[in-house]
């Protein structure tokens, strides 16, 4: 099973910037560069929802809320992924999970102050 592990995260006032990373490990790097990467999050109450995916070409697919806001981009000889967050807002709260294939990482918070 391929372990995500994620770091980042924090709390930050409206307006900043936060970055998260994700790094892949028990799986060779042909094999984790085959499949698309994602950002997902999570607010109380609410379901899991899309946030950035980056497939291995490096092309990227970004929700509504985020777009000219986040950018996601991925090192593939670390298989690493990260989410660079600007001009956050209170309503980017949430938990945010890294995903490839099925596995999932264990979430960091993100909460932003207005």
């Known amino acids: 099973q391929v372990q995500l592990v994620e770091s980042g995260g924090g709390l930050v006032q409206a307006g900043g910037s936060l970055r998260l990373s994700c790094k892949a490990s028990r799986t060779i790097t042909s094999v984790f560069n085959m499949n698309d990467m994602g950002w997902y999050r999570q607010a109380p109450g609410k379901q899991r929802e899309l946030v950035a995916t980056?497939?291995?070409?490096?092309?990227?697919r970004y929700s509504d809320s985020v777009t000219g806001r986040f950018t996601i981009t991925r090192d593939n000889s670390n298989k690493k992924v990260t989410l660079q967050m600007n001009l956050l807002k209170a309503e980017d709260t949430a938990g945010y999970y890294c995903?490839?294939?099925?596995?999932w990482g264990t979430g960091l918070p993100v909460t932003v102050s207005s």
């Open positions: 980056i497939a291995a070409d490096k092309s990227t």
């Open positions: 995903n490839w294939e099925s596995s």
